[in-house]
C-alpha cells in the first residue's frame, strides 16, 4: 500500500523488495529510501502532517514483523 500527501506533492512507496522510497510526484524523483528486514506491507503518513509516517512490516526469517515510524528531514539534504 502506498501514501500519497493531500497535496499530490510526495509519495511513500511500499515495498516487498524491503524497502520504503519517498518520490517527488510533479518530476518523479527519486528522494530518498529506506531498507527494512522484511516485506514492507504497509506506509501511511501521519495524519494532518507530512514530517512524520508509520511502516509495517511482515515477519521474516528471524526477524518479528514490526510497526516503525520515521521522521522526515527538512530538505533532502539533511536525509542522507
Request: charged share 20%.
Amino acid at each position: 500500500m502506498n501514501c500519497l500527501t493531500d497535496d499530490s506533492k510526495l509519495l511513500l512507496t511500499a515495498s516487498g523488495d524491503q524497502t520504503v522510497i519517498l518520490w517527488e510526484v510533479e518530476t518523479g524523483i527519486f528522494l530518498y529510501k529506506w531498507k527494512h528486514s522484511g516485506s514492507v506491507r504497509c506506509v501511511r503518513f501521519c495524519e494532518g502532517q507530512y514530517s512524520r509516517f508509520l511502516t509495517v512490516v511482515d515477519p521474516f526469517s528471524t526477524y518479528p514483523a514490526s510497526l516503525n515510524v520515521y521522521s522526515l528531514a527538512a530538505s533532502p539534504e539533511d536525509r542522507a
